[in-house]
């Protein structure tokens, strides 16, 4: 059962659904991009990923003021954020091309909204809502180390969507499911919450 699922979703990658975008012949892949009117390759939906360090906060980018990177577009809100990145292009760019970094730390490369993100020890990392990261931040340190060890030996250089569905059906050892990590923030929220109304 597992093969033939696996089999139909790589058929499915292989034919396109809008997911080839992801996955440029380049050193920066895969990459959480997709094509818009005006650029095949767009990163993080044209949000400035200069405006996270020097803004603190999302900014949408302008077409205006536009970069290419490893076969990606990138746009900025500005063109002293443009001459930034250009300057130095790799210490803007997401970590794991951009997708969710709490779905990387299961070796599975989707999702990542740039209206989430975080920064730690000066690099950029996206995620898709308030409560990955939360769940995430239960154990930042070691989370990282399991996510970066993930995209370095599975995921960078190749294909985002067999990776994707592989890691779906054959699981990492820690793998959670999204009401066991609903429940571990929960939990935690709880308890900050306890520690939070204990008197004084």
């Avoid at 969710?100 to 993100?117: E, K, S, T, V």
């Avoid at 995430?136 to 180390?145: A, I, N, P, S, V």
Wanted: proline fraction near 4%; hydrophobic fraction near 35%.
């Amino acid at each position: 059962m597992k093969t033939a699922l696996l089999t139909s979703f790589f058929l499915l990658g292989l034919s396109g659904c809008g997911l080839v975008v992801q996955n440029p012949s380049s050193a920066y892949s895969p990459v959480n991009a997709q094509s818009s009117a005006e650029s095949s390759r767009l990163m993080l939906q044209g949000y400035d990923v200069v405006a996270y360090f020097t803004d603190n906060q999302a900014r949408q980018g302008d077409k205006a003021h536009r970069s290419q990177y490893a076969a990606t577009d990138f746009y900025f809100a500005s063109s002293t954020n443009k001459t930034l990145f250009d300057a130095s292009p790799e210490k803007y760019l997401p970590q794991f091309g951009g997708f969710c970094a709490n779905g990387i730390l299961y070796a599975i490369p989707m999702g990542g909204d740039p209206g989430f993100w975080r920064i730690y020890d000066e690099k950029l990392y996206i995620f898709g809502s308030e409560r990955s990261i939360k769940a995430f931040e239960l154990d930042r340190e070691r989370h990282l180390q399991l996510a970066h060890a993930y995209w370095n030996d599975e995921i960078a250089g190749h294909n985002s969507v067999p990776r994707r569905y592989w890691r779906m059906l054959w699981r990492v050892p820690h793998y959670k499911s999204s009401q066991q990590i609903i429940d571990e923030v929960s939990a935690w929220e709880a308890r900050q919450g306890t520690q939070q109304g204990q008197p004084q």
